[in-house]
Structure formats: structure tokens, C-alpha cells
């Protein structure tokens, strides 16, 4: 009996796998050519030359079935489908409007997100390469030492002190940024990572985020559709300063260069002193 293939073996179940590799071989060591053991088995003549290798360095043991490793995307544990869907209500509104007790999205906001909806326990680790996968979070943000690394490098953000201000010895350290996905390169907006989609964009329109590392690696972040306003920024700092219950020391890294007057904006009764690269 012949055995016919698609164009590819390894769809094959195991056994009728080594079967295949058994009389492609045979055929092989009784002189037939491997162009013609190919077109017969159907299969590629480079298959036949490997198995044939295979037999001839090995002996049966090259035959007999291994363990496959799972295709691209079988290791992960949200769906295609559950991706985008859990990436829209990130983009269509805070945790709260999800009846979640966050303010602000976390990587432990968004597990409770996937655990309410499919009954999945996602580890912050595996929240955060979804994130990077979605391209939500740039991958410099994710390694809060390269911020203290920069922030010698930075100018303070010059805003107006309020009256009897104090300094704070204690502030929170933060990396702050803003983020496009799939932003198109004249923007001037960074963009970052490796989302979900070829064409993000057109299947979420555009998108922005706003995001905050502490020191810690704490990450919080907003996403939405269409660009954030002064009053969007300083909302999300009030959340982070009510969050920290201190003052903040900002080190701002990607952020679209005509929306740096938002920082000066800023009410100055808000403790937070900001840091930008020179430029």
C-alpha cells in the first residue's frame, strides 16, 4: 500500500509516520532514487535525504516516533478570540466599568479580568507577555533599572511650586510614558513590542496608552481610543499619588513631543516632579 501525504508528514499520526519513514527508506537502500521515493511517498526528496541520514546514523531508533513540541500559539493560554476580546475591554474601559476593584489597569486587574470571564488563572508574568505580545507597554518601561540608569541624563520639567511647598525625601520613583501601537512613523509617537494583530489598527482603531513603572516594577496603565488630554494625564497621576499615599519623582521616557506641555499643565498642588530627557 502506498502512503500518500498532503505535502507535510508531520500531519501524520505517529505510527503511520514511521511506517512512511520505513519504506521511504527501504526503498532508498534498494536503489531506487530519492527524487523518486519522493514523488511516490509524497514527500519533499530533502525529507527523504534526512530520514535517510537518520536511519543510517541511528538505525530503527531514527523510526520511531518523538515527542512533537505544540505549533506556534498552542502554548498560550488565551485563544486568539479571548486575546482580542480581553484587549477591547482594556480599551474600552478602566477595570472598574468591569466590575473589577481597580482603578487603574495592573497585571493583577487584568488576570481577575480573564479569570471572571473564561475561568483562566494567568500568572503577572504571563499577563505581562500578553502585554508585550498586544504591544500595550513598551519593553524599555518593563525594566525599571534603565530608568535610574537615565535619570542623571534627565532636565526637570520647570512648573510652578505651590505656596509653603516642602521637598519630598520620600517620593515614589516612577518611569511614565506614552505609547502608540502600530503608530505610523510619522507621528512622532514610540512605538513598541510585537502586537496581536497584523493591523492592529484597523481591527482597534487608535489606540493609546498611558502607563506608569514604579522602581518596584509596579505597572499600572490606561488604554483608549484617540489621544489622552491634559486632564487625562493629571487623573491618571492623582490615582497613582492617592495610590502611593506620597509624592511622585516622574522620569518621563516615550511620549509624543507636542504633548509635553500637558506635564507643565499639571496642577502644582499635585506632588509630582517631573523629569525629561534633554531636547
Known sequence: MTIKTSGDARSLPAEALEVLRRRAVA??????????VARAFGVSRKTVGAWVQAYRAAGDDAFRPKPRGRRPGEQLALSPP?????LEAIISGSPETHGLPHRLWNRQAVAELVNHRYRILLSPTTVTQYLQRWGLIDDRALAPEQARRRLPRLVPVQRP????????PHAEALWLGWTRPHAPPDTGLVTSGHN???????HFGDVHVLFAVTSRGMLHFRARRGPFDAADITGFLSELTARTGRG???AVGPWPAGAR???RSVPAGLPVRFILPPG
Not at 479571548?82 to 480581553?86: G, S
Not at 511650586?161 to 519630598?168: H, R, V
Not at 496581536?196 to 484597523?202: A, C, E, K, Q, V
Request: glycine letters at 12%; charged letters at 20%.
Open 27 to 36: 526503498a532508498v537502500e534498494a536503489g531506487v532514487s530519492r527524487t523518486e
Open 196 to 202: 496581536l494583530l497584523t493591523g492592529f489598527r484597523d
Open 82 to 86: 479571548r486575546q482580542a476580546a480581553t
Open 248 to 250: 511622585l519623582t516622574v
Open 261 to 263: 506641555g500637558f506635564l
Open 161 to 168: 511650586a505651590p505656596a509653603g511647598a516642602e521637598p519630598w
